[in-house]
């Protein structure tokens, strides 16, 4: 196992030990592609997800919705997703398994074009199909390419085969421009302007892996933004640069992302870059910033038959907005912050596994312990001095839980910055230590003061 193989599964291994990850349905042996947060991982996830919606809402022309996941089926027949959205899949005759096709041509060098048809894309495969090696069994021999439609559907009120299914959404892209309309007739905001939405979205990923990484069932916090055409590359920049800057404002380390854009773009885009981050098994797309023109709106005012578009108050006439969309999903944004914050150091006796969580984003803020729990006066000023930094700060844990070291290590797991310990010269002078995450030094603080020392 190399080293980065390693780190991926400490990570994997410490979000189930200390409460951030579960794998669903674990009970009953688990279920391909779903992951549970646990409290660690529920409160991390609720602070990204804040910080992203503080960082649209820093802007006065951005609104923020909530949409279905249900929608109508004719959604996904407007946007293409019905019949556009899809992997190409390859079988190995020899042992079954299944493959994306475009993943093993990359592998080769070729890049599969994903406008292709299934038929193109046999085409090119045939150039390479009595070479290409099965990753499983080692045998050559791939079957044809099929592609394999990645929405997911439910038989949502289904009284009879004829019924529709209806998909679940696969973006919440497409419930914000079904409801652009309404935004704008709010008289609240005109272009520019933009509407973001975080909410859960599902993926009939064929092989759900790496983690968060790729789920079938996962959240996504999407931007549109709305402006006119001649604006749209101007806007793309500014917004490229903003997202970029998040990731520093989240405490991610710079040299950990980079921007690449795409050669090979989907059926929406007219232009994509990736916020690609560092993951333990390299390279790959964390966030996309999209230039989706005016596909998406023209396609829904086609379909639905509703005017979609804007008059220019200069020159009178009118026009569809173009659409620059900022797209990123929950977990995969935590699998980043987890495997950029996961450090192992020497602390007094021996290795310590450390989250370096921003303090913003940790999942618990501050830890108050009574030195000893089994001395009712040092637990009682504790859970005094626990009371009283509930007030002020968010996510205060009391831990009275084995010895000192012990409640360090734990919290040191879990990302919190900073220990306060009560001991009997608490009780003597209302002083109280307080230990640092990252350098484990220790400063003794009275208590008048230690509300501004956290940062408060
Ligand atoms: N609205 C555009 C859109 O959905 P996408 O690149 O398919 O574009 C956007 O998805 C983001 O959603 C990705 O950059 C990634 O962060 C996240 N994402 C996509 N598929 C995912 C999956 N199967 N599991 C977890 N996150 C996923």
Request: proline share 4%; glycine share 6%; with cysteine.
């Amino acid at each position: 196992m190399t080293k980065e193989e390693n780190k991926m599964e400490k990570i994997v291994s410490l979000a189930k030990r200390r409460g951030f990850v579960f794998p669903g349905s674990e009970i009953y042996g688990g279920f391909a592609g779903t992951y549970d947060w646990g409290p660690m991982g529920a409160a991390l996830r609720k602070n990204i997800v804040d910080k992203w919606i503080h960082a649209m809402q820093s802007h006065d022309n951005i609104a923020l919705i909530e949409t279905s996941i249900f929608t109508a089926p004719e959604v996904w027949e407007a946007s293409g997703h019905a019949t556009g959205f899809s992997d190409p899949l390859v079988i190995c005759n020899n042992c079954q398994r299944t493959f994306r096709a475009d993943h093993l041509l990359e592998e080769r060098g070729i890049v599969a074009d994903e406008k292709m048809s299934e038929q193109e894309l046999n085409t090119l495969f045939d150039t390479v199909r009595d070479t290409v090696i099965c990753p499983v069994c080692n045998k050559k021999d791939f079957g044809q390419i099929v592609q394999k439609n990645l929405m997911a559907t439910a038989t949502l009120g289904k009284l009879s085969d004829e019924d529709k299914d209806v998909y679940l959404r696969a973006e919440t892209a497409q419930s914000t421009y079904i409801n652009y309309k309404n935004v704008l007739d709010t008289g609240m905001y005109k272009v520019p302007f933009g509407i973001a939405q975080v909410g859960k979205v599902f993926r009939n990923e064929i092989s759900p892996r790496q983690f968060l990484f790729r789920k079938r069932e996962f959240e996504q916090m999407e931007m549109q933004y709305f402006v006119a055409p001649e604006d749209a590359a101007a806007a793309f920049e500014k917004w490229k640069k903003e997202r970029m800057d998040f990731y520093e404002e989240i405490g991610i380390r710079p040299d950990m992302v980079r921007y690449t854009q795409h050669d090979n773009l989907v059926f929406y885009a007219k232009d994509a870059w990736d916020i690609e981050y560092h993951f333990p098994f390299g390279w790959a797309e964390l966030e996309g910033v999209h230039n989706r023109g005016d596909y998406d709106l023209t396609q829904h005012q086609t379909h639905s038959g509703v005017d979609l578009s804007v008059l220019d108050q200069d020159t009178h006439k009118k026009y569809i907005p173009h659409v620059i969309e900022t797209a990123v999903g929950v977990d995969r944004m935590v699998l980043a912050v987890l495997a950029d914050a996961y450090d192992e150091d020497q602390m007094g006796e021996g290795t310590r596994v450390v989250l370096r969580l921003k303090a913003e984003i940790a999942p618990v803020k501050v830890a108050v312990f009574p030195l000893m729990r089994n001395k009712p006066e040092l637990v009682e000023k504790a859970r005094e001095i626990y009371t009283e930094l509930k007030k002020t700060i968010p996510h205060v844990m009391f831990d009275d839980n084995g010895n000192v070291g012990k409640r360090y290590r734990r919290q040191d797991e879990i990302g919190t910055p900073w220990c306060v310990t009560v001991d009997f010269d608490t009780l003597e002078d209302n002083t109280v230590t307080v230990r640092d995450r990252d350098t484990g030094e220790q400063k003794r603080i009275a208590l008048t003061d230690l509300i501004m020392a956290l940062g408060y």
